[in-house]
C-alpha cells in the first residue's frame, strides 16, 4: 500500500508521518518511510540543490525537472521495490506537491506537469494522500522555528517565497483534494501534534478498514 503526505511548509506532515510509521510497525506491518525530493542517494543530491537557499537562480522549468529526475530515481530505487516486497510505503511528497507548488505555486502550464510526473512515475500513483491543511501563516511560523533550531543544512529556499506564492500552493492542494476525494483524506493541522494525530487515525480507519484494525490494536498495547 502506498501513502502519501502532503501539504504547505510546517503543516506537520513530516511528523504525522513518523508518528503513523510507528503505529503500523508496532502493529506489525512492515514500512518503508521516504520522501521527495530525496529519499536515495542520488536524489537527496538534487535534493541539496532544490531546497538551498543560495540557489535562488533556479528558473522554475529547472526546479521543475530535476524534481522530476530526482522523482524518477526514487521511484525505481525505493518505492517500486518496496511495494514489490509488500510493504506499507509512506511518502513525504509525491506528485501532488509538484502540481502544487511549480504548477500553481510557480505557475508552471499544469498540463506539462502532469506528463512529466507520468513519465518519472511510470503510472504509479498513491493509494491514499493524507493532505495535512493548516493556515500558510501557521505553517510558515513553524518552519522558520524548525529551520532556526536545526544544526544541519538550511534547506530554506521555499520558506522564503511570498505569502502569496504559499497561499496559491494551499489552495492547489485544497482544488487537487476536491477534485479526488476518493483518494484525498484532508486533515486538520492547525492544531498540537497529538490532536492531528488522532484526526489521521480517525480518517484512516474509515478509509482503510485493514489499517484500522491495526491502529486499534496498536492504541490498545500503549500503556
Known sequence: MFITFEGVEGCGKTTQLRLLKERLQGAGHRVTATREPGGCPIADQMRAILLDAQNSAITPLAELLLYAAARAQHVQEVIVPALERGEVVLCDRFTDATL????????????????LNQLATGGLEPRLT???????????????????????A?????????????????????G??????????????SGDVAATEQRVLTALAGKVPELGAAFSAAQQAKP
Open 100 to 115: 502544487a507548488y511549480q504548477g500553481y505555486g510557480r505557475e508552471l502550464a499544469l498540463a506539462t506537469i502532469e506528463q
Open 154 to 174: 538550511r534547506e530554506e529556499r521555499f520558506e522564503l517565497e511570498s505569502i502569496l506564492f504559499h497561499e496559491r500552493v494551499r489552495q492547489g492542494y485544497l
Open 176 to 189: 487537487r483534494a476536491a477534485a479526488a476525494p476518493e483518494r484525498f483524506l484532508i486533515i486538520d493541522g
Open 130 to 152: 493524507l493532505l495535512i491543511d493548516c493556515p500558510v501563516e501557521t505553517g510558515l511560523s513553524r518552519a522558520r522555528a524548525r529551520i532556526e533550531a536545526a544544526t544541519g
